[in-house]
T-cell receptor, first 113, second 116 residues
Framework: EDQVTQSPEALRLQEGESSSLNCSYTVSGLRGLFWYRQDPGKGPEFLFTLYSAGEEKEKERLKATLTKKESFLHITAPKPEDSATYLCAVQGIYGGSQGNLIFGKGTKLSVKP | DSGVTQTPKHLITATGQRVTLRCSPRSGDLSVYWYQQSLDQGLQFLIQYYNGEERAKGNILERFSAQQFPDLHSELNLSSLELGDSALYFC???????????????FGPGTRLTVL
């Protein structure tokens, strides 16, 4: 069964304190791994798609990396506006549910000034 | 703004009632997905439509149904509502059915359903 586990559940950082969020996944054939940002009461906002191990993508203070078993979202010198829940999702190749996303429960990030 | 619109934003109703949630995908997107987000379960896939046809089902209850119309907008119908159906319901759309860099799913702002 396809599965996504994110850690930690919550992370509190001081402004400027860099850290990483982890996403471990099990999928029978990875089509893509997705990172989303979600603010309270809002829809998930797309950040990155990673397709193969070794791939990296960057956007402002965020950098996503992918291995065969996990993905990391590195946050460099975060600012208070980076506070949100970060969601990881995988899309599998096989099975009747290919195309839809399997989400982790997210990491709630709080950045204090 | 993702380009996906959902109405209504909020819906308050009573147990046993039926409601309809509406979604308009991004211009040009053929696939529509429905997800349910509750505090304890996280985001759960419900159902997918592609160009008017049902393509995949997830953890969708028999009391729930959906359809995608010729203009590509979609509706999610929830009937015989129970307290446990209270959740955020999101619609997402993508350009293709699956596969390739154009299948990124973009989410709408959601409909918050409260069942009293």
């Amino acid at each position: 069964e396809d599965q996504v586990t994110q850690s930690p559940e919550a992370l509190r950082l001081q402004e400027g304190e860099s850290s990483s969020l982890n996403c471990s996944y099990t999928v029978s054939g990875l089509r893509g791994l997705f990172w989303y940002r979600q603010d309270p009461g809002k829809g998930p906002e797309f950040l990155f798609t990673l397709y193969s191990a070794g791939e990296e993508k960057e956007k402002e203070r965020l950098k996503a990396t992918l291995t065969k078993k996990e993905s990391f979202l590195h946050i460099t010198a975060p600012k208070p506006e980076d506070s949100a829940t970060y969601l990881c999702a995988v899309q599998g190749i096989y099975g009747g549910s290919q195309g839809n996303l399997i989400f982790g429960k997210g990491t709630k990030l709080s950045v204090k000034p | 703004d993702s380009g996906v619109t959902q109405t209504p934003k909020h819906l308050i109703t009573a147990t046993g009632q039926r409601v309809t949630l509406r979604c308009s995908p991004r211009s040009g997107d053929l696939s529509v997905y429905w997800y349910q987000q509750s505090l304890d379960q996280g985001l759960q896939f419900l159902i997918q439509y592609y160009n008017g046809e049902e393509r995949a089902k997830g953890n969708i209850l028999e009391r729930f149904s959906a359809q995608q119309f010729p203009d590509l907008h979609s509706e999610l119908n929830l009937s015989s509502l129970e307290l446990g159906d209270s959740a955020l319901y999101f619609c997402a759309s993508s350009a293709r059915l699956a596969g390739g860099p154009t299948d990124t799913q973009y989410f709408g702002p959601g409909t918050r359903l409260t069942v009293l």
